[in-house]
């Protein structure tokens, strides 16, 4: 099975403006969440989509947001990018396994630079 | 809200020794599910092991294996025969059980290294 795969891998973006990341999540996963990972504040979480619709949302401004597509695979966008935007950005798919538990798998993650 | 602590920012253990990293944790569920999730320097996270709350038989993987003590809200992360490739940042996490939602609580994470 294919893993979670996001794209771009790297992207330098300049203070004002707007970038767009992409998942694709495990085959028949169809939950996938996004987290932001930098230095100072580690791992947090920013929203999680199933089934297109987001269904959990962390503590971020509006100008983070995301969505699903019908296959699953999810964007998300920061607008007006500040410097702080800086961050490695995880992709996360999930499934409830036979067994009754949960698996969580990690994309390779996307670096963000703003400049 | 549920947090997760880390207390050691860094850990240390020679080749083929053994090696405890610890983690607490605070939730008021009683259903949930904890992680230890490898980071290596090309950053990809990686699941190592998982346990759910409700199993009261700690969680083995090969080398990997859990002590989860529920009632004190602790989940320690053993590896055993260390190699050069543990050498990695590690994340505690906790799911909860509750609902739906797949959200992950992390911890602030310990970075591991592996010593000859």
């Known amino acids: 099975k294919a893993g979670v795969t996001q794209t771009p891998r790297y992207l330098i973006k300049t203070r004002g403006q707007q970038v767009t990341l992409s998942c694709s999540p495990i085959?028949?996963?169809?939950?996938v969440s996004w987290y932001q990972q930098t230095p100072g504040q580690g791992l947090q979480f920013l929203f999680e989509?199933?089934?297109?619709?987001?269904?959990n949302k962390g503590n971020f401004p509006g100008r983070f947001s995301g969505r699903q597509f019908s296959n699953s695979r999810s964007e998300m966008n920061v607008s007006t990018l500040e410097l702080g935007d800086s961050a490695l950005y995880l992709c996360?798919?999930?499934?409830?396994?036979?067994?009754?538990?949960?698996?969580?798998?990690f994309g390779p993650g996307t670096r963000l630079t703003v400049t | 809200a549920q947090t997760v602590t880390q207390s050691q920012p860094e850990m240390s253990v020679q080749e083929a020794e053994t090696v405890t990293l610890s983690c607490t944790y605070d939730t008021s569920e009683s259903d949930y599910y904890l992680f230890w999730y490898k980071q290596p320097p090309s950053r990809q996270m990686i699941l190592v092991i998982r346990q759910e709350a409700y199993k009261q038989q700690n969680a083995t993987e090969n080398r990997f294996s859990v002590n989860f003590q529920k009632a004190a809200k602790s989940f320690s992360l053993k590896i055993s025969d260390s190699q050069l490739g543990d050498a990695a940042m590690y994340f505690c996490a906790y799911r909860s059980g509750t609902g739906t939602a797949s959200k992950l609580t992390f911890g602030t994470g310990t970075r591991l290294q592996v010593t000859l």
């Open positions: 996360a798919s999930s499934a409830r396994t036979s067994g009754g538990s949960y698996e969580q798998y």
């Open positions: 085959s028949g996963h169809r939950s």
């Open positions: 989509y199933f089934s297109e619709t987001q269904r």
